[in-house]
């Protein structure tokens, strides 16, 4: 039963989902059509279309959710605890010279098996 209450769509959304979808048309169009026109005026207009299709995308139930997802994931962002320069730092060198040591055992392997491969084959 929660399955069907959450499948219906209202037709408000519906209709706001249509008119965002009018907007982002008109600015891919219009700058198409204007192309005479200022690149200035061009970026203007597509970021007025694109700041008013975004406000009534978050009107709408999707964007609502989006809205408390962005929210909610912000504060996760913000109790993190970041690692100090210092930590970073160390961990860099350590990280680098495990890959120096890994790359030249893998040369030195793949050397070796070259060189028994030779002798096999003559």
Known sequence: M????EN???PLDIVKWVLVAALVSV????NSV???ESLLYRVIAVLVLAVVALGITLTTEH???FSSFV???WAEV??????TREETR???IIVVVAVLIVGVILYLMDTLFGWLVKLLIG
């Open 2 to 5: 929660n399955s069907n209450i």
């Open 8 to 10: 219906q769509k209202s």
């Open 27 to 30: 600015a891919v169009v219009g």
């Open 34 to 36: 204007f192309s005479d």
């Open 63 to 65: 964007g609502k959710q």
């Open 71 to 73: 929210r909610l994931s």
């Open 78 to 83: 913000k109790k993190v605890v970041w690692p």
């Open 90 to 92: 160390q961990t860099t």
